[in-house]
């Protein structure tokens, strides 16, 4: 059974994609290279990562903060997981903030973990991708996309490319000079160049998305 590393050679990872693709290349360079990610190497829990992207959703970092911290000094621990989760109820969520979807999401969550449908870190480490994917988005609130960024934050897996993602999108419209940001499929064939550094290509593009937004804030993904 294969054994995923969590991280990779990023310096591999640029020199592979400035060689690959010119135009991302030039951005490269411009940009500078883009350095480990100090979370690869950190254990986490799965559950508690899941269960924190699911509060963050459609809220602003702060207003996020405030509820988890809420919640947490409810159920007295900074861990969110079932036997956590279980010490406060559905009116306890609502008093701390959060919305009658996301009380139902955690919940789905918490007994998810309890049946064992949640792959522990060390069960991930033997499992693709696609694997994690389709053992994590059955899970209400948990889409692909949040799914995608543990993959990229948290396991450091080399070859992820959200296509979904507005910033990926807007970052490939730019390095390609287009007059619209290209389709999800259409992102995807593009990325096929990218492979088996995708991950490393989508850093960049959210920085050329982010330096062409600027002064904006760039937007903070679900497990940064």
Partial sequence: MPRYARGFDTGAAFAYLEKRDRKLGAWMRRLGPIAPDPRWRKPFDPVDALARAIMYQQLSGKAASTIVGRIEAAIGSDRFHCDTLARIDDAGLRACGVSGNKALALRDLARREQAGEIPTLRRMS?????????????????????????????????????VDDLGIRKGAQLVDKLGDMPAPKVLAGRGERWGPYRTYASLYLWRIADQASAPKTPVKRSQE
Avoid: S
């Fill in 126 to 162: 033997t499992m693709d991708e696609d694997a994690i994917v389709a053992a994590l988005v059955p899970i209400r609130g948990i889409g692909r996309w949040t799914v995608e960024m543990m993959l990229m934050f948290r396991l450091g897996r080399p070859d992820v490319l959200p």
